[in-house]
């Protein structure tokens, strides 16, 4: 219901034609290897999956959001729903920002040294799909049905955007408190091994259940 709503209304477009404009932009910069380019990529699309879940989540008014979650018998299955619905509205725009780059020319073969093309694209597919779940549940965290408001919403979401920068920056001494989302992007500059892969998955997996469990705790307590 709420992604037949989320694109019957129109407001699954906006996302999507941002998604195509900021990327063209970038690819048109120049070319890049595709672990590079597909980096950088994960990190502008983290920002663009928040706030399309959080337009996703406010398409419903309240009033339908609970009978929503009666009509599917409680609670965990309303939530439930509502993260998944946003898991699956991110799939298509990560799916453009994919193949956006070959469209543009914005890759270029890898040279001597450089990584094997087929790592760099598979890095980049493990980029997107990595950072679209702590996008999902920042995204949730900032809709109305957690701040009550839509100013107090917007605060959310930037405000964990700017952070999930800022505490990624090297020299940052808790970066954990935030997704990986500046770490991920560096990850896939040139031949990642296996460990660094390994704590940016665990550790964006961890991220993204903890705070998903404090959005749960919330959306239940204002039942």
Known sequence: MRLVGFVQTGRAAAPLFCTLVVLSILYGGGQSQAGEAYGVS?????????????????????????????????????ITAGLLAAVLAGLPVVLVALILPWVVGGVTTPRAGDPPLSTGIALGVWAHLLLLLPAVVLGALASRAVTGHTGRGLTVLVAGIVFAIVFGLKSFPVPWLAPPVMVTARDTVGAAHLPAVLLATGWGIAWSAVFTAVYARIRREQA
């Open 42 to 78: 994960a990190a502008i699309l983290f920002a663009v999956l928040a706030w399309q879940t959080k337009v996703l989540m406010d398409v419903e008014p309240d009033v339908q959001r609970r009978l929503s979650r009666i009509a599917v018998g409680g609670a965990t299955r309303e």
